[in-house]
């Protein structure tokens, strides 16, 4: 392990991490799933002449079996996305999947805690969808019983966030329920349920229909928050940048795919907003995931006028950046310029860091974050480091 990957970040702060990556051991699925699954669940084998994710025997679901981990065995980070996708599982630091390296890597970055989030089968679990129900349904299981597990283990230092059954609602609350029994701290959801169908061939109604609010209701009892990680559907999903005019190259696209997945984010947070939801459910909260929060503030001003301007005789109890503050957290990681005055501008009891750990636009190695973060108080930084996360997943730092 070398002081590459660790950086320097000196503070008494229990800084907490709100996004970070698994990268799943190949035998995740497997050794869990029952003997009738044990061939069908997500496992890596051959797949047209590439080492794969497959998924139900013969359904490509990673091609290549990517690590999905910019982190060398020596520390070093790789930068060059033809290298990156060229890595193996044997390539990268064990920090990106075991459990006891990960918090050494911790430990030497001053990180306390870290919120998980998967890879194999989607961040809002949307892969699952290419299988039929009841084996979708113990993919999910087996992922949240191996995250409890992870949980476990890390002796409550790592959070994975639970997927869900997002094709059946009914199912859905059962697993949010059940993820709370074995002490997961939220969930995260395809963004874009309304681009599937259900298993009888029905439409499934998009996230702002009242066939949610059973989901809603759960989660707002159980104090469980909704994670919305960037890219967590076919829909917002665009790893190598389709945004990007042909003429590009594809190391430009790749550069332009996480900031426009960023902005992907601000549609999820002004349809919740503009739903409803949050008149019928003001204490559920929501987060949005690896999407930066420099556009926050002019999505919210935006947000507002144009509510007057367009819909005037629309009715919410509060005003949409009213409802951000109330309801929502926003997550930041590489941002530098005036950041200060970006956070306040957000709300500083609304943001969270993040690394985004191992993948390719991590934090990693952390350099000069008190540098970046010297324009705060002691208080403020405190909030966003760390108390912040502390209090809406349920994590003590005493």
Known sequence: MTTALAGSVNTPLKIIDADTHLTEPHD??????????????????????????????????????????????????????????????ADVHLGS??????????????????????????????????????????????????????????????????????????????????????????VNINSDPHTHWDDDGRSIPDLAA?????????CAALDMPINFHIGSSEQSIDWMGQQGWPSLDGELRGAMASPMMCFNNARVLANIIYSGILNRFPRLKFVSV?????????????????????????RFDLKPSEYFKRNFHA???????????????????NALFETDYPHPTSLYPIHNLERRLSGLTAEERGKVLSTNAARLYRISIQ
């Open 28 to 89: 995740l699925w497997t050794k869990r799933a029952p003997a009738a699954l044990r061939e069908r669940v997500p496992q890596v084998k051959m797949y047209d002449g590439k080492m794969s994710w497959v998924i139900d025997g013969d359904k490509s679901i990673g091609t290549g079996a990517p690590p999905c981990s910019v982190i060398l065995k020596d520390g070093t980070k790789v930068r060059n996305v033809h290298e990156f996708i060229k890595l193996q599982f």
């Open 97 to 186: 999947s075991q459990v006891k390296e990960r918090l050494a890597v911790m430990d030497q970055s001053s990180i306390y805690a870290q919120i998980v989030y998967p890879n194999v089968l989607g961040f809002g679990g949307h892969k699952a969808a290419k299988v039929d129900a009841s084996l979708r349904l113990s993919c999910v299981q087996i992922y949240n019983d191996a995250m409890a597990e992870i949980q476990q283990e890390s002796s409550q230092r790592l959070f994975p966030m639970a997927l869900l059954p997002w094709w059946d609602v009914r199912a859905a609350v059962r697993e949010a329920e059940r993820a709370h029994s074995l002490g997961l701290r939220g």
């Open 210 to 218: 009242t066939h949610w609010d059973l989901l809603w209701e759960s």
């Open 290 to 314: 690896e999407s930066g929060i420099g556009w926050v503030p002019f999505l919210l001003e935006a947000l507002d006028y144009q509510l007057a301007e367009f819909a005037a005789s629309r």
């Open 331 to 349: 997550c930041f990681w590489f941002e530098q310029d005036d950041i200060a005055r970006t956070l306040r501008r957000v709300g500083i009891d």
